[in-house]
Antibody, heavy 118, light 107 residues
């Protein structure tokens, strides 16, 4: 069974940092790009970015709203992807999801809530 | 970056009605268009990818069409369990922008 499990969310002050994890199982993690998507309460979906596979040089892409503050990484030996979030802003408050790419093997995690507040 | 728009932003229809949602890309994206359904309080679910390919397990009353800049999601006979917000997303070139969503209710 395919599973993506996000963790690491919580309450952080503006300007602070947080690192999210996305633990994968049930598929060949090393062969899969991983996307990150977020959703603020009552709002729409926002694509945060992606990290590609080793075959694609672990290339990353970021939404303009997070570029320079967020960093994607992955550890294929642990079947885990990471989202390092720095210089957090109140508007980064959202549920953060990791997903597999669009296609027949698409899958979403349950999400982890990040709250940025003083 | 490609911008995605959807219309209408919300609609209310009766059970059994045919429902159509439109998504438009600010530039051509070929067929790299996905549709998602998000029921209240739930994780989004992929319905259609490659503009018209139905994801496994999705009821056949859902269909997608279009290419280039204009796309359509159709529900042929609206059911109570279809109450949700529907999003389109381009996955042609990063950033893979989502549309703003269309909220569907039962009249």
């Amino acid at each position: 069974e395919v599973q993506l499990v996000e963790s690491g969310g919580g309450l952080v002050q503006p300007g602070g940092s947080l690192k999210l994890s996305c633990a994968a199982s049930g598929f060949t993690f090393s062969a899969s790009d991983i996307y990150w998507v977020r959703q603020a309460s009552g709002k729409g979906l926002e694509w945060v970015g992606q990290i590609r596979t080793k075959a694609n040089s672990y290339a990353t892409a970021y939404a303009a709203s997070v570029k320079g503050r967020f960093t994607f990484s992955r550890d294929d030996s642990k079947n885990t992807a990471y989202l390092q979030m720095n210089s957090l802003k109140i508007e980064d408050t959202a549920v953060y999801y990791c997903t597999r790419p669009v296609g027949p093997s698409h899958y979403w995690g349950q999400g982890t809530l990040v709250t940025v507040s003083s | 970056d490609i911008q995605m728009t959807q219309s209408p932003s919300s609609l209310s229809a009766s059970v059994g009605d045919r429902v159509t949602i439109t998504c438009r890309a600010s530039q051509g994206i070929s067929h790299y268009l996905a549709w998602y359904q998000q029921r209240p309080g739930k994780v989004p679910k992929l319905l259609i990818y490659a503009a018209s390919t139905l994801q496994s397990g999705v009821p056949s009353r859902f269909s997608g069409s279009g290419s280039g800049t204009d796309f359509t999601l159709t529900i042929s006979s609206l059911q109570p369990e279809d109450v949700a917000t529907y999003y389109c997303q381009t996955y042609d070139w990063a950033p893979f922008t989502f549309g703003p969503g269309t909220k569907v209710d039962i009249k």
